[in-house]
């Protein structure tokens, strides 16, 4: 994978079918640059791709990719929670959008809120709203790009317990090595490429050693 001319993954072989699968690594190892790869925001410069046996690039017949970035302003667009998941329900007519927006923003911690201004809610709240509204969508794959990092202890935990009690496959980049502990699965990125593959607590011993 290139960019800008520069090499940022290469030679990098993986199949990956654990329903919770953690990447790991230092910054600047790779493992953004391949989270954005599975939902298309990169196109790979060589090699072949396919997320649940698709082309992230296939647009409507591709697979739906669920992306929550670390700084939920990124993807928090509209000015409130109840518009903001109203807009990831486009598809239903207006009654039924409205409806299912609130049952949304329910389970997630969020009843009562629907009407503040987002940006008055703390920040575990508004990563709890991007999740939501990745959610409101039915994704077939969810990744999470360092998704507790911007938080509390607290919120971290309460984050990652959500993300990790979905029932739909989970991609997790992080730091957090107990929340990574937790995982099926774990992918280990170093300069580009992977580094080690397999049992959570196996691949997370073999960065402590790398790192010592």
Known sequence: MDVDGRSILRDVTLTLCAPRCAVIGANGSGKSTFARLLNGLRTPSGGRLRVLGRDPQGGASGPRVGFVFTNPEAQILMPTPLEDVELSLRHLPRGERRERAREVLAAHGLAGLEDVPASTLSGGQRQLLAIA??????????????????????????????????????????????????CDEAVLFEDGTVRAVGGAATVIDEYRRSCA
């Open 133 to 182: 509204s990745v959610l409101a969508t039915a994704p077939d794959l969810v990744v999470a790009d360092e998704p507790t990092t911007l938080l509390d202890l607290r919120n971290a935990r309460r984050v990652g317990d959500l993300l990790l009690g979905l029932d739909v496959p989970l991609i997790l980049l992080t730091h957090d090595l107990e929340l990574a502990a937790r």
